[in-house]
């Protein structure tokens, strides 16, 4: 129990790491080199962030498969395992990269729209942002398999460690006057530094064995066989995650979106931290879904909602007493006033998600992926229709009230979860109790 509990703290840690580490930083680089500098490298660090997560898509089929040869005693297919795995992440962020490569020249002039921020400064950012998703992508593979083994300890601090010491010499370069690009490639080294540390650490598991992509055919076949269907739904989330803001702005004005994102961005840690907390769940589970019992397998998941509604509604409560005051401390009294009607219905959306955390990692632990991509999936298509017609007839609440919907949907993964208990204790059932005494006794005669 203490080994999940300090799983769980750590995977919390590595959550917020970052948006903490923003909030002291941002500033900083705001006030020394300005809006228009400041806008570029939250447009590079999105577009490592983004193509790093389509690349990585894979990922979660990788730790179920990990975590379910463990389980089994198959130690020796894990490293083949991930092998193919970097075999496949190497491909796509290769690819990701060269696209983001050849399409920045037809972006910057979108993007260069002051003459404070050159044309060719932010060409040179956006391509060295491109070349760091293909090490966003092999970074991942790595500390993918450790949280396989369930171990969360040396990865988060490794990530931890190179976070906030990228973000220390981001402050720093731009105390000194340096600009946009400097930051981002100086992010590239100590990137470059953290996926060398992460496979060292590795090696730790896996003890002296090749782990040079390779493409093993019984291995891809595992892994695209579901990982497809996460991939899927990785790319819906990155697509769907930002298509809102743009929805609303050109539908009222980027004025709208302000109130709207802040909102979103109070509200989307009861999702994101109470996924962090219990992701431990998913490789726990994985190798030992199919060896427990009906029963066993219950009372743990019951235990795991139990905190997941803990978690989610401690979380929602703060937001829904303080977050109005949090709004106005940190963006003024004009920006509150706007977002006072639509913080509720956005902080219960979000809550809706978070509960859904402990089903959706049950039913991956359980490989059922294609089930959890095409409720989610779902869910989004709803949600975007949901929101043009909101959005058409209540305007900006109607928005907000849109994520109800959605919240709602990614609550439907307790329903074939349920099933599938139901199946597992009815197949123990149907083994009759008589049969293992009988084999014993023939098995006793000479």
Request: glycine share 10%; hydrophobic share 50%; with cysteine.
């Amino acid at each position: 129990m203490i080994k999940h509990f300090t799983n769980a703290g750590y995977g919390v840690l590595d959550y917020v790491s970052y948006p903490f580490g923003m909030l002291v930083v941002a500033p900083i680089v705001l006030h020394r080199l300005g809006a228009s500098e400041y806008g570029l490298w939250m447009i590079a660090t999105a577009v490592i962030s983004a193509g790093g997560i389509i690349a990585s898509g894979f990922c979660d089929a990788c730790i179920q498969r990990v975590a379910h040869l463990r389980g089994t005693g198959e130690f020796n297919v894990v490293p083949q395992t991930i092998q193919s795995m970097l075999g496949i992440n190497v491909a796509l962020g290769l690819v990701l990269s060269i696209c983001v490569w050849i399409a920045a020249p037809y972006v910057v002039p979108h993007i260069a729209t002051s003459s404070l921020t050159p044309p060719s400064e932010c060409l040179a950012t956006i391509r060295v942002a491109s070349v760091l998703i293909l090490l966003r992508a092999v970074e991942s593979v790595f500390v993918g398999a450790q949280r396989a083994f369930e171990q969360y300890r040396g990865t988060v601090q490794i990530s931890t460690a190179i976070r906030l010491l990228t973000l220390g010499t981001a402050a720093a370069l731009a105390f000194v006057g340096q600009r946009t690009t400097s930051i981002v490639i100086a992010t590239g080294v100590f990137l470059a530094v953290g996926t060398c540390l992460q496979f060292r650490h590795l090696r730790k598991f896996l003890g002296a064995v090749s782990l040079w992509p390779r493409l093993q055919p019984t291995e891809i076949h595992a892994l695209l066989n579901r990982g497809v269907f996460v991939w899927l739904q990785t790319v819906g989330g990155v697509v769907f995650g930002q298509f809102d803001r743009v929805l609303l702005g050109a539908s009222l004005g980027a004025l709208a979106v302000t109130p709207y994102s802040l909102c979103v961005q109070f509200a989307h840690p009861i999702f994101g931290l109470t996924a962090a907390a219990l992701n431990f769940l998913f490789p726990y589970l994985s190798g030992r879904a199919y060896a427990i019992s009906a029963a066993a397998l219950k009372q743990t998941l019951l235990k795991a909602f139990a905190f997941n509604l803990l978690l989610v509604g401690l979380a929602a409560a703060l937001l829904l007493i303080f977050g109005d005051s949090l709004i106005r401390i940190w963006a003024g009294p004009d920006v509150a006033r706007s977002a006072a009607q639509i913080l509720s219905p956005i902080v219960l959306g979000s809550a809706l998600m978070g509960l859904s955390v402990t089903g959706t990692y049950a039913m991956q632990a359980l490989g059922l992926f294609r089930t959890v991509a095409y409720i989610s999936l779902a869910g989004r298509m709803a949600m975007l229709l949901l929101m043009i017609d909101m959005i058409r007839n209540h305007g900006l609440r109607g928005l907000a009230l849109s994520r109800l919907g959605y919240g709602s949907v990614t609550l439907l993964v307790y329903l074939p979860l349920l099933q599938q208990l139901y199946v597992k204790r009815g197949a123990e059932k149907s083994v009759s109790p008589l049969s293992i005494p009988c084999e014993a006794q023939e098995g006793s005669k000479p």
